[in-house]
């Protein structure tokens, strides 16, 4: 079991999941978001690359289109 905190409130997920798989269960894939981990941006690139370990802290923004 993974724990993590996601914009300070807690989950947990049964098996590891990559940010990319992360994001796809957020229903977030299709939007402009900005993710932070542990205080460190991370590059969308590197979204199937990173695993989430227990622990860690998300911070996830999505752009807002204003004028």
């Known amino acids: 079991m993974i724990s993590v905190l996601i914009n300070g409130t807690p989950s947990a997920f049964d098996r590891p999941l990559s940010i990319a798989e992360l994001i796809e ?3 977030l894939g299709n939007k402009r978001i900005a993710l932070e981990r542990n205080g460190e941006i991370v590059p969308r690139g ?3 690359q990173q695993m989430l370990a227990d622990g860690d ?7 807002v289109g204003g004028g």
């Not at 802290?57 to 752009?63: D, G």
């Open 57 to 63: 802290k998300l911070e996830i923004v999505v752009a």
């Open 46 to 48: 590197q979204f199937n």
């Open 25 to 27: 269960q957020m229903a």
